[in-house]
């Protein structure tokens, strides 16, 4: 591995981001520890086990804390929930090495990614802020980045030799983040708005019509398959995308607008993490077979059966 990359890095958050890139970054012959709160003693066991078993596949070394992690690493990656980004980078300052640097995969507000800068930056620490572009598992190590903050040029080079698609944003601290969370007021919120449109026009048996009148309005989205893709991502991470959009409504709000929209798709996106809490979905990675299906889960929870008659009750 070329000597200029990190050797030692150190991964905040084991979930399904932390696991897929331990996994890419291990094939290289990258040094990975992790740390998760669900490793905690106090934690869900079976979800403990679950990590403990991944990471002796992938050969990951897990630790106990957040310092002791930062102690052992050139590269701290946190991929953790969007509010708890500030938490992560005050507990890493603890440990972090003179000149290491922190990548924050957080989707968090650019005021909460100035903050966790600033805290890593007193420690010694080399903060940059990272903006995910889109869904990760598709594309692995590869999903586009964005990079920001004083130190991205630096660790950009770095990053693009152990594989990710880092691309330079900004030396400005929190348009990186700007960037992204504009992104998720559109993307979170299409999300909730198909949800809610298309389970809607399944309980009145107008499906078919919505469809072909959004295929005229918009020719070059197939949303029959867009629709299902949104159903399933959101029964998979609405907890995760919830929390996301809370910070983008703090984006929105800081700038002085009211967020009404952005906390409407905070409601409706939590609604369904709840839902799929009740196992109503039934596994959240399990293969589905179609919005409908999922449509006419959400329809029985809240007691409404589709109308005889119509396309629905077919």
């Not at 998760?36 to 002796?56: F, M, V």
């Not at 990614?113 to 598709?138: F, N």
């Not at 929390?243 to 700038?255: G, L, S, W």
Request: proline share 5%; net charge neutral.
């Amino acid at each position: 591995m070329n000597p200029a990359a990190p050797s030692h890095i150190g991964l905040v958050g084991y979930g399904e981001v932390g696991r897929i890139l331990a996994e890419d970054l291990r094939l290289q012959g990258v040094q990975v520890a992790a740390y998760d709160i669900k490793l905690d003693p106090t934690a869900d066991p079976k979800a403990a086990a679950a990590l403990r078993a991944h990471a002796e596949r992938t050969g990951v070394h897990l630790v106990e804390s957040h310092a002791a992690l930062a102690r052992q690493s050139d590269l701290i990656v946190s991929a953790v929930t969007a509010s708890q980004a500030v938490a992560v980078a005050r507990a890493c300052a603890a440990g972090i090495q003179p000149g290491a640097y922190l990548l924050d995969f957080n989707s968090a507000s650019p005021a909460a990614k100035i903050e966790a800068a600033r805290l890593i930056d007193q420690a010694g620490g080399r903060y940059v802020e990272g903006a995910v572009m889109t869904s990760i598992a598709p594309y692995r190590i590869r999903v586009p980045l964005l990079l920001g903050g004083p130190s991205a040029a630096a660790l950009e080079p770095q990053l693009r030799r152990l594989g990710f698609d880092a691309r330079l944003g900004s030396e400005k601290l929190g348009v990186a983040s700007a960037t992204k969370m504009c992104r998720s007021v559109m993307i979170k919120g299409l999300e909730a708005l198909v949800i809610e449109s298309f389970t809607t026009a399944r309980a009145y048996g107008v499906e078919s019509e919505l469809l072909a009148s959004l295929a005229e309005t918009f020719p070059g989205v197939d949303w029959e398959r867009q629709a299902s893709y949104f159903f399933q991502r959101v029964i998979q991470h609405g907890r995760r995308r919830a929390e996301e959009m809370r910070e983008v409504a703090e984006t929105v709000r800081d700038i002085g607008l009211t967020p009404w929209l952005s906390c409407a798709t905070v409601e409706r996106q939590a609604w369904v993490a709840d839902l799929a809490d009740t196992g109503l979905f039934g596994p959240r990675d399990a293969e589905r077979h179609g919005w409908r299906e999922e449509a006419d889960r959400v329809l029985a929870a809240v007691n409404m059966a589709p109308r005889p008659g119509t396309d629905a009750a077919k």
